[in-house]
């Protein structure tokens, strides 16, 4: 059975700082990986794809993969309060069906 | 572009009572639909997909059923509400054959009496 584990956290930040969030996962069949932010009461939206080894970078955001170790991350530079979510790993199922296996979230504050 | 709509956006419903969610999505054809439900401080539970109009999976048995009409409305239903099915229920959608992600909707809020 696929397991996608995340950093039980919470994870708290002063504001500026990098944020490091982390997922590990145990089916080396899939090839994508997303991150999705989560604010209280509000529904996940995505934030970053990753589907190869190495770094991806947007904005502020970094997502780092490496399939060798099978974990995932995603970097937040600069953390601003408005940072402030849970953050949802998700991993590809790889088929045509398209279902996502998550971790259970890492909450991210990052305070002032 | 694509968007998605879940409707009610907040439901509070009696025991024993019906329940129908509808989701719909606009700007794609053939898309992939998911419902998922997220009880209070808990991860995300896949509750049914569909690859296409009058296909539906099933992850979990329970109380609930699903069904996709039309190629971009998923209907989430129940003839009879149990406590249990209390939670934020979210529909989602991504491309068929890709290996994009899926987006979701806005998500129904369903408390139960």
């Known amino acids: 059975q696929k397991e996608v584990e995340q950093n039980s956290g919470p994870l708290s930040v002063p504001e500026g700082a990098i944020a490091s969030l982390n997922c590990t996962y145990s089916d080396r069949g899939s090839q994508s990986f997303f991150w999705y932010r989560q604010y209280s009461g509000k529904s996940p939206e995505l934030i970053m794809s990753?589907?190869?080894?190495g770094d991806k970078e947007d904005g502020r955001f970094t997502a780092q993969l490496n399939k060798a170790s099978q974990y995932v991350s995603l970097l937040i530079r600069d953390s601003q309060p408005s940072d402030s979510a849970t953050y949802l790993c998700a991993q590809g199922g790889g088929t045509s069906y398209g279902k996502l296996t998550f971790g259970q979230g890492t909450i991210l504050t990052v305070h002032p | 572009s694509q968007t998605i709509h879940q409707w009610p956006a907040t439901l509070v419903q009696p025991v024993g009572s019906p329940l129908s969610l509808e989701c719909t999505v606009e700007g794609t054809s053939n898309p992939n639909l998911y419902w998922y439900r997220q009880a209070a401080g808990r991860g995300l539970q896949l509750l049914f997909y569909s690859v296409g109009i009058g296909q539906i999976s099933s992850e979990v048995p329970q109380n609930l059923s699903a069904s996709r009409p039309q190629d971009r409305q998923f209907i989430l239903s129940s003839k009879k509400l149990l406590l249990s099915d209390s939670g934020f229920y979210l529909c989602?959608?991504?491309?068929?054959?890709?290996?994009?992600?899926?987006?979701f909707g806005d998500g129904t809020r369903l408390s139960i009496l």
């Open positions: 989602a959608w991504r491309r068929h054959d890709s290996n994009q992600p899926q987006h």
């Open positions: 990753i589907y190869s080894n």
